[in-house]
């Protein structure tokens, strides 16, 4: 299985240096351009995301919260586990707290600015989630619930899948924000909004599960 693996690897590597990179045609640049006007956002990706396909997006949103509520209730019945395997030597704390760091950053980053440049909120908040992960198999299983009930976590989890679909509705009956001056932080209407929300529900849905699983396996 490994020399399957590394001949499709220099396969893969050979076709990235014998075959040309293909080109936008003007019919594809065309399609681009107007997807940025019409959304507001030079990011044509979450144009598409939350405004072209934005009802599609609605259920992305909604059968990820289904698959948290899932391994809940798949777990509930189950034993908690009685030992935690976590990482205890000093230098792989450090570079987890560090990693955790640097994942946290990039999650804001791509939270609030996803819709001017690549990123955005599902990819914030699988960036919230490593960090939250990291923490995790570094720290005190006890400390993390004990984070998580205080400050009400499920809840905004909730709020935000409420949110974003309240306001997906409205966007999708017609009511937008002002676009604003195009690659400005507040230009796209609705979209940096609605990204931030699902920053928020993936972020705090991946912590959600990551404490069920520690709990009841005893790892990630």
């Known amino acids: 299985m490994k020399w399957i693996y590394l001949a499709a690897g220099l396969a893969l590597y050979i076709k990235m240096l014998v075959f040309p990179t293909p080109e936008l045609g003007s019919t594809e640049l065309v399609m681009v351009e107007t997807i940025v006007q019409e959304s507001g956002v030079p990011n044509a990706v979450s144009g598409i995301i939350f405004r072209n396909r934005l ?3 609605i259920f992305e949103v909604v059968v990820f919260s289904i ?26 704390v450090v570079l987890a707290s560090l990693g955790a760091t640097i994942a946290a950053l990039v999650s804001v980053e791509l939270a609030l600015r996803g819709h001017l440049s690549p990123g955005g909120g599902f990819a914030a908040g699988v960036a919230g989630g490593t960090a939250i992960g990291l923490v995790a198999i570094t720290s005190s299983t006890d400390w993390m619930e004990a984070v998580y009930q205080r400050w009400h976590a499920a809840t905004w989890e909730k709020v935000s899948v409420l949110v974003f679909i309240a306001i997906a509705t409205l966007n999708l009956i017609g009511l937008e924000l002002p676009h604003r001056e195009l690659g400005t932080l507040l230009s796209g209407g609705w979209i940096p909004l609605l990204n931030i929300l699902v920053a928020i529900k993936v972020a705090l ?9 520690i709990r009841y396996r005893g790892l990630l």
């Not at 209730?73 to 990482?87: G, N, T």
Request: glycine residues 6%; negative net charge; without cysteine.
């Open 55 to 57: 009802y599609d997006t």
């Open 67 to 92: 698959a948290i509520m899932g391994v809940r209730f798949l777990l509930a019945d189950e034993q908690p586990s009685a030992k935690v395997h976590q990482f205890t030597d000093q230098p792989s």
């Open 205 to 213: 849905g991946s912590w959600a599960a990551i404490l069920i699983f």
